[in-house]
């Protein structure tokens, strides 16, 4: 199996800054598409950013120009680094990836289990 982990969530100030880093890990033959998805509370959950294997990017409007999403292949490790956080980007923020289980080839969705941002002064 698969399994995402997600870590550097917290609290920060209105301004700041904040990566997010998310390890995959296991029988892992391949990685397609990694991204971030946010909740807030009461609110659907929405896409953040994607990164495919390929690196190319695409980000929700309302973080363009401040959030920075990347890979590590050699890793196996998608970053979101956040800079002038607002009070609105306060939310649980979960990875995501298309993988390939070496023992199960078919492509599958993996989920992390969510990090909490908070962004308060």
């Known amino acids: 199996q698969v399994q995402l982990v997600e870590s550097g969530g917290g609290l920060v100030q209105p301004g700041g800054s904040l990566r997010l880093s998310c390890a995959a890990s296991?029988?892992?033959?391949?990685?397609?598409?990694m991204g971030w998805y946010r909740q807030a509370p009461g609110k659907q959950r929405e896409l953040v950013a994607t990164v495919t294997s390929g690196g190319r990017t695409n980000y929700a409007d309302s973080v363009k120009g401040r959030f920075t999403i990347s890979r590590d292949n050699a890793k196996n490790t998608v970053y979101l680094q956040m800079n002038s956080l607002k009070p609105e980007d306060t939310a649980v923020y979960y990875c995501?990836?298309?993988?390939?289980?070496?023992?199960?080839?078919?492509?599958?969705?993996?989920w992390g289990q969510g990090t909490q941002v908070t962004v308060s002064s």
């Open positions: 296991g029988s892992i033959f391949s990685i397609g598409a």
């Open positions: 995501n990836a298309d993988a390939v289980d070496y023992n199960d080839y078919r492509g599958h969705d993996y």
